[in-house]
């Protein structure tokens, strides 16, 4: 297969998120081969900007806050008015506050839904339409193991995740045939900025590590390649799917990590 086939030189694409972690990794990526960036944050300009320098500068830099429906809305119009179109939309941005299940209230569930869910509806409803009338488009959305492999204390995080597989799914249906796919990349165990307190404990990372089946945490650059791939015409026959990378923990726990493991 010829490596053109995996170029994005041409394409422009919005990165939600994009100001650290997964989103700065991947956005990085899609510089790589070729992607014109328009980069998303809120409350990291500092971060957002710095992605910009590294991927020369030039990118438009915007803020909103996706917990919020009117500003989701209005990005959305300032994002096809001004800097459209739009060939690739990776949704990242997300947030997950962790809270005992029994202590939940609304105002943690509304603004879980309105970031991780809601603002997906919103930005799909908002840049796929063009995209099917050009005849090419991708959404690729950072899903999460949590989708399959819950806990309590990020119940509402986790149901949405798996929510939002279901909503790119019902959407890919609608849009395929129009040359525009979406899928899903879902992440394990992956070290980034947020949990970087965590993972500097020497013991809780050789838990983390003893329970995934490739003996490690996952990286950011660990993710690229599959939003570069699943952006590129190389993928142009996949939508719908969801694609885990989490070094196996989706599978089981490894062999050994739970004392009562028979090997």
Same mark, same amino acid.
């Given at each position: ?27 990085l990526g ?63 941005? /997300?947030?997950?506050?962790?809270? %005992? ?23 799909? /409803? ?20 949590? /989708?399959?492999? &819950? ?15 279901t909503a ?18 879902? %992440? ?24 995934? %089946? ?5 990286? &950011? ?22 694609? %885990? ?9 490894? &062999?050994g990590s739970? &004392?009562?493991?028979?090997?």
């Amino acid at each position: 297969m010829s490596a053109a086939r995996f170029s994005l030189k041409g394409r422009r694409v919005l990165v939600t998120g994009a100001s650290s972690g997964i989103g700065r990794a991947v956005a990085l990526g899609l510089a790589e081969h070729g992607a014109e960036l328009i980069l998303h944050h809120f409350g990291n300009e500092t971060g957002a900007r710095e992605v910009a320098r590294a991927t020369g500068g030039t990118a438009p830099v915007l803020e909103a806050d996706f917990t919020d429906g009117r500003a989701t809305q209005a990005f959305a119009d300032e994002v096809l008015k001004t800097h459209g179109p739009i060939d690739i939309l990776i949704a990242n941005a /997300a947030i997950e506050h962790r809270r %005992p299940w029994q202590e939940l209230d609304e105002a943690h569930v509304n603004a879980h839904v309105a970031s991780n869910f809601s603002a997906l509806l919103t930005l799909t /409803a908002k840049l796929v339409p063009p995209m099917a009338e050009r005849g090419w488009g991708r959404v690729v959305a950072t899903g999460s193991i949590m /989708a399959v492999r &819950p806990r309590a204390e990020t119940v509402v995080y986790a149901s949405l995740k798996a929510a939002q597989l279901t909503a790119i799914r019902s959407i890919a249906r609608e849009t395929g045939h129009r040359g525009v796919t979406l899928n899903v990349v879902s %992440p394990g165990a992956i070290e980034i900025e947020a949990s970087a307190a965590r993972y500097g404990d020497p013991a809780f990372r050789k838990a983390v590590a003893a329970k995934i %089946p490739v003996g490690r945490p996952g990286q &950011p650059q660990d993710l690229v390649g599959a939003f570069v791939f699943l952006c590129s015409d190389a993928a142009s026959y996949i939508t719908g799917a969801n694609i %885990p990378v989490d070094g196996g923990w989706s599978i089981g726990d490894a &062999p050994g990590s739970l &004392p009562h493991a028979a090997g």
